[in-house]
């Protein structure tokens, strides 16, 4: 039973590129979520999806962020005219559903995306 | 504004020994605790977790206690072993308002457990 995958493992782009992250949920999960660790700090909540609908993206920036989980395929996590602050690991979690009575369903993390900006 | 917080960024035991790893919260709408573990080049993976209803949580060796009047918490491992060293991060949620998957994490603790 494969867990969370995440591609590339790594990625470098320059100012102004675009970066193109992707999250695969483990298998019957259909509720994602986006975690960003910039360099020594903990992990903050992006986004939260399910199949082709936004359920939360309070934790994005307004700009150039942008994310979606069609109905077929991974999870696209999409950062436009990236900039050197981008520069953080991106974590990708997927959970069966919500949560309920008030708990929240476990989510397991995938092993992240290291994005580089030069 | 860090909500939750681990102030120690290292700790170190003896194979063998208890591990206590600490966490303290601000925020009083938290009511459901995680902690987490992390290997290098690994994401987080879920170890633990305590309502706010209850004061202790035991699973194995790694048991989490929960003071919800001081908002502390801390995880013990007992015995520690070599395999345990790696960050430890604390996690919390808030069940108000629907957005329970919203976790909020700390920095994390690197635990080096010495053979």
């Known amino acids: 039973n494969a867990g969370v995958m995440q591609n590339p493992r790594h990625l470098v782009r320059r100012r102004g590129q675009e970066a193109r992250l992707r999250c695969s949920p483990m298998?019957?999960?259909?509720?994602v979520y986006w975690y960003r660790q910039l360099p020594e700090e903990g992990l903050k909540f992006m986004v939260y999806?399910?199949?082709?609908?936004?359920?939360?993206e309070s934790g994005m920036p307004k700009e150039r962020f942008s994310a979606e989980f069609p109905k077929e395929g991974p999870s696209i996590l999409r950062i436009q005219q990236v900039v050197r602050g981008d520069s953080a690991a991106y974590f990708c979690?997927?959970?069966?559903?919500?949560?309920?009575?008030?708990?929240?369903?476990?989510?397991?993390f995938g092993p992240g995306t290291r994005l580089t900006v030069l | 504004d860090q909500q939750v917080k681990q102030n120690s960024p290292s700790l170190s035991v003896q194979e063998g020994r208890i591990s206590i790893l600490n966490c303290d919260y601000t925020?009083?709408?938290?009511?459901?605790f995680l902690w987490y573990k992390k290997y290098p080049a690994e994401g987080p993976t879920f170890l633990i977790s305590?309502?706010?209803?209850?004061d202790k949580n035991e699973d194995g060796r790694f048991t989490v206690f929960l003071n919800k009047s001081a908002k502390h918490l801390s995880l013990h491992i007992v015995p520690s072993q070599p395999g345990d060293s790696a960050v430890y991060f604390c996690?919390?949620?808030?069940?108000?308002?629907?957005?329970?998957?919203?976790?909020?994490f700390g920095k994390g603790t690197l635990l080096t457990v010495n053979p």
């Open positions: 979690a997927s959970s069966i559903g919500p949560g309920t009575l008030g708990l929240p369903d476990t989510q397991y």
């Open positions: 298998k019957g999960h259909s509720h």
């Open positions: 999806l399910q199949k082709e609908n936004i359920i939360d």
């Open positions: 925020n009083s709408m938290f009511d459901y």
């Open positions: 305590i309502s706010s209803i209850k």
């Open positions: 996690a919390a949620s808030a069940s108000n308002g629907g957005s329970n998957y919203k976790l909020t």
